[in-house]
């Protein structure tokens, strides 16, 4: 560091260009693994989540599977970080937020807020693991 890096570092407040953006990057959250081999359900609302490798998820709201074999399946990505928005072709987005918890725990369930834009109706909802049949 040189004197015209003290110099812009008082007039600056103390702030160098070394330390520029580092507090900024927090790295992303990556906790948010979901199971492959079944489907999330919420008992009573007929709501089904399935998620693929590639961060690729489904969304089901009539109790069937989920999937990209559906007619006009209702689909998105999710994130590490818990989110995600599923949508059917020229529909409004239905956006997830995963309530954060241990990443073991989530193999066999989580909580989540689901907001509807079609109807405007956020739930928190507690979707329980089902594995498929072999």
Same mark, same amino acid.
């Given at each position: 560091m040189g004197i015209r890096d003290v110099l812009r570092g008082l007039r600056s407040g103390g702030k160098t260009t070394e330390d520029d953006g580092l507090d900024a990057e927090a790295p992303e959250?990556?906790?948010? *693994?979901?199971?492959?081999?079944?489907?999330?359900?919420?008992a009573g609302a007929g709501i089904?989540?399935?998620?693929?490798?590639?961060?690729?998820?489904f969304e089901s709201t009539d109790g069937d599977?989920?999937?990209? *074999? *559906? *007619?006009?399946?209702?689909r998105g990505e999710?994130?590490?970080?818990?989110r995600f928005n599923v949508q059917r072709q020229f529909e409004r987005i239905v956006s997830y937020i995963v309530h954060e918890a241990d990443p073991i725990a989530i193999r066999d369930g989580f909580e989540a807020n689901r907001f509807d834009a079609a109807t405007r109706v956020a739930a928190?909802?507690?979707?329980v693991f089902k594995p498929d049949a072999d």
């Open positions: 959250p990556t906790w948010f *693994q979901p199971r492959y081999d079944g489907c999330y359900q919420v089904v989540l399935r998620f693929l490798p590639g961060g690729r998820a599977d989920p999937g990209p *074999q *559906q *007619q006009n399946p209702c999710y994130t590490a970080a818990g928190d909802l507690q979707f």
